[in-house]
């Protein structure tokens, strides 16, 4: 079982890459929206997590 701090953050990885499929908002952007004080903390999170970074997750949905 997961503690409850790291299924928080598979949501919000979750809910991240829709907004960077359904949406043109930044990387910035979608931090802020998922209360990441710091962009890059989200994505570092987001790549470990993902494999790839927000921009390179975004970049390969075209």
Not at 34 to 62: A, C, I, W
Request: charged residues 30%; glycine residues 4%.
């Amino acid at each position: 079982m997961q503690p409850p701090c790291q299924v928080l953050l598979e949501k919000q990885i979750t809910h991240g890459k829709q907004l960077l499929k359904q949406t043109d908002k930044t990387v910035k952007e979608i931090a802020f929206e998922m209360n990441f004080e710091d962009h890059f903390y989200f994505s570092k999170v987001f790549k470990r997590k993902t494999g790839q970074t927000p921009t390179e997750y975004k970049s390969s949905l075209k």
